[in-house]
């Protein structure tokens, strides 16, 4: 045990997790989700949050080790949709164009809500899908390609093949060939989207959330300068997390014997829970404790980050602040009701300023007639 491990633990470490989303980065705490957003509009950060809820919270035996990580990963998942939508809608974006049609202005007042909700549904569905289709699969179609170049024998029974020989030596082959496809496919996709501009911007949000966490964790004040002396890699990001699976997913494959791809598949996608479970013990650990093993383990994801993050800007930086804040009243009381208060200030002088100008446009004599009086006065 490192002498790191000795020391007593801080109890920042693990307290709080986040998520970039475009211009904006949101923050969980035990208690509270708050998401901070730079507005499109004025450039201000607009803010909200709520209290979190679990299912494991009524139904205690979801806490229990292994079966938490699953549910952690289905609620994650749930809450990224909706963390998307929600900072989208506070970018203070007019997505009601001027000249749209009556049927489009029909479809925005009675179904917006609703066809954004049914949207959002489809779009994690087929998201699911795709992951099990590139990461589950393809690499298990490929593997068995290779399995057969090899020229490994294998039974036919009942419509299903099994591998047999020495089944532990190619059960470990083909294990291996389907992780190493599976960590080329993560990373070929992950390249793919830092090409994009607007992921990019996206990945140094997702540094400062990370940077910001660090901050905190270290006990440090919440400044932008002292933020930005943080490391961006952090072990309990989902990067991690997901090496972590694909690792875990090469062991569990090589005692797979079975042959067929799709019922090969299937098993793999049933087996999921356990190797979540598996990975999210590993990421909660990881983030609490600093030895060897852990760094050695850790380093493929911390690796990855490396395309996953980048170097945020101050105003960046001072969004993931905002928003740690936000989900911490604890220890940084009143911040949210005044950050709502100074949104709040603004919008009342903007529609007052908009009033202004609809009654300058409404009656310009008089306003001209007012100038008058005022220039000679």
Not at 7 to 34: D, F, H, W, Y
Not at 90 to 115: I, P, R, T
Not at 250 to 271: M, P, Q
Request: overall charge neutral; glycine content about 6%; proline content about 3%.
């Amino acid at each position: 045990m490192s002498k790191k491990d000795k020391q007593p633990k801080n109890c920042r470490l693990g307290g709080v997790g986040g998520q970039a989303i475009i211009e904006g980065v949101m923050m969980k705490s035990k208690t509270l989700t708050a998401i901070a957003v730079r507005r499109m509009d004025n450039k201000k950060i607009a803010v909200t949050r709520k209290p979190n809820s679990s299912v494991s919270d009524k139904i205690k035996i979801f806490k229990l080790p292994i079966l938490r990580g699953f549910v952690a990963f289905i609620e994650s998942m749930v809450q990224s949709f909706s963390t998307i939508n929600t900072g989208t809608d506070m970018l203070g974006l007019d997505y009601q164009e001027e000249n749209a049609s009556k049927f489009d202005k029909w479809v925005e007042k009675h179904c917006g809500k609703w066809l954004i909700s049914v949207v959002s549904a489809v779009a994690m569905v087929l998201g699911v899908a795709l992951a099990a289709l590139l990461f589950i699969w393809l690499p298990t179609f490929i593997g068995g390609l290779v399995l057969e170049w090899f020229g490994e024998p294998t039974r036919t029974e009942n419509g299903i093949k099994y591998i047999i020989g020495n089944a532990s030596a190619t059960g470990v082959i083909r294990s291996v060939v389907e992780g190493v496809l599976k960590v080329v496919i993560f990373v070929a996709y992950i390249w793919l989207t830092s090409l994009i501009p607007d992921m990019k911007r996206v990945y140094k949000y997702h540094g400062a959330e990370h940077k910001s966490i660090f901050c905190y964790e270290a006990g440090l004040e919440l400044t932008v300068e002292n933020v930005k002396k943080q490391s961006r890699f952090h072990p309990r990001c989902g990067t991690s997390f997901m090496f972590a699976m694909m690792l875990l997913s090469i062991f569990i494959g090589i005692f797979i014997t079975i042959d067929t791809v799709w019922l090969r598949s299937l098993i793999k996608i049933c087996l999921l829970p356990f190797t979540m479970g598996i990975g999210y013990e590993f990421i909660r650990y990881a983030g609490k404790h600093d030895n060897l093993l852990i760094r050695i383990l850790a380093k493929p994801g911390l690796w990855m980050q490396n395309l996953t993050t980048r170097e945020p800007e101050d105003d960046i930086i001072e969004v993931g602040i905002t928003s740690l804040k936000c989900a911490l009243p604890d220890d940084f009381p009143n911040f949210y009701e005044e950050c709502v208060l100074a949104m709040k200030e603004w919008e009342n002088k903007e529609e007052t300023t908009e009033e202004t100008t609809e009654e300058t446009a409404e009656n310009p004599e008089e306003t001209e007639a007012k100038e008058e009086t005022n220039l000679e006065a």
